[in-house]
């Protein structure tokens, strides 16, 4: 009896694991760095981000685009606020450009760049956008609208790491307590 319960929670695992690839590769997390070259304020500087989608909309080739309503599931920016200096994180939710953005850009399956907007104050305003306009180059640029100070920045993209599925996790949990406490 132990063998047949033990060899049916073996074959759950194999077929939980085989659906594995399905659940767990439709999200991606790519993780990216803006570093501030030009400018009049925070020269030198770095800064991070990471946006998470779902590639299941993606054919991965050519130009494609993934916004807020269509799978991009979060973009985060750790960024500066107001006073240029407290760390500060942005999100999705503060694209100041309106319904369906922000948007990421896919290249050949690739995330390339980012089309994303935000107010740090009244005043100072970071984007993201393709610069010069069908050059398939994203540059990051900050302006100060009463000092009317700039920045630009260059953009770099991680490689996607795929994120795990929370139910996938809590299927092999208990799949593996049930095979243990039939085991007893």
């Known amino acids: 009896m132990e063998i047949k319960v033990l060899s049916g929670a073996i074959a759950a695992l194999g077929v939980l694991a085989g659906s594995a690839g399905s659940a767990y590769a439709a999200k991606f997390a790519t993780a990216f760095s803006v570093d501030i070259t030009e400018g009049d304020f925070l020269v030198g500087e770095t800064f991070s981000g990471q946006v998470t989608y779902d590639d299941s909309q993606l054919n991965g080739m050519g130009t494609e685009l993934v916004d807020i309503n269509t799978g991009l599931d979060s973009l985060v920016f750790n960024f500066v606020g107001p006073d240029l200096t407290t760390p500060t994180t942005y999100t999705e939710a503060d694209d100041a450009t309106g319904n369906g953005f922000p948007i990421a850009i896919f290249e ?52 996607p790491k795929p994120v795990p599925e929370p139910g996938l996790a809590l299927g092999l949990v208990s799949v593996c307590g049930l095979a243990a406490r039939r085991k007893r």
């Open 108 to 159: 050949d399956g690739m995330l390339a760049g980012l089309n994303y907007s935000a107010e740090v104050s009244s005043d100072i305003a970071f984007q993201f956008l393709e610069e010069p306009f069908g050059s398939g180059e994203y540059v990051f640029f900050t302006d100060d609208f009463s000092t009317f100070a700039f920045n630009t920045g260059t953009v770099s993209f991680a490689d």
